[in-house]
């Protein structure tokens, strides 16, 4: 009988907790400031990548004001981020840009056909899409790497 009632308490609570209401707090504007930085660098991967894969399929010059629209967009909604204030770390779009950028020359390196590679001792050559260059990554004086990078 106590098995039974021990079965029984156990259900009851299991089916409280289940119809128990999650409770989350507001969004602090931390958490927004730093949503809305991650929003303005994802548009702005987007947005470039956007450019390249027009140039490429039009098989045409890359537009530089498409890239520098894209830029500008970033800027603005950066700064709009900072402006509304309780961002945890501030003036820091520089930084966020230069991950943006690197890992644009990684996509792009990666997705170009043929990629630089080493051509000589030491040094990188090669083709790279449109508004890129081919460049070495060194290590300790070596070059361990080539990659199209994002001029």
Do not use: H
């Not at 470039?48 to 629209?69: G, H, P």
């Not at 800027?75 to 509304?84: D, L, R, T």
């Not at 996509?107 to 890129?132: D, I, R, V, Y």
Request: with cysteine; charged share 20%; net charge neutral.
């Amino acid at each position: 009988m106590l098995a039974v009632y021990r079965v029984i308490i156990t259900g009851v609570l299991a089916a409280a907790l289940v119809t128990v209401p999650s409770v989350r707090a507001e969004t602090t504007l931390a958490e927004k400031c730093a949503q809305a930085k991650q929003k303005a660098a994802a548009k702005k991967l987007s947005s470039k990548l956007k450019c390249y894969a027009k140039a490429a399929k039009q098989d045409a010059a890359l537009d530089i004001e498409c890239l520098d629209k894209a830029e500008e967009q970033f800027n603005e909604a950066f700064a709009k981020a900072e402006a509304v204030g309780g961002c945890v770390t501030t003036n820091n779009a520089a930084s966020v840009e230069n991950g943006v950028d690197t890992f644009l020359s990684y996509l792009l390196s990666a997705t170009s056909s043929p990629p630089c590679s080493m051509q000589f001792f030491n040094l990188c050559g090669g083709s790279c899409p449109l508004g890129t260059t081919c460049r070495g990554l060194y290590s300790g004086g070596f070059l361990i790497a080539c990659q199209c990078e994002v001029f």
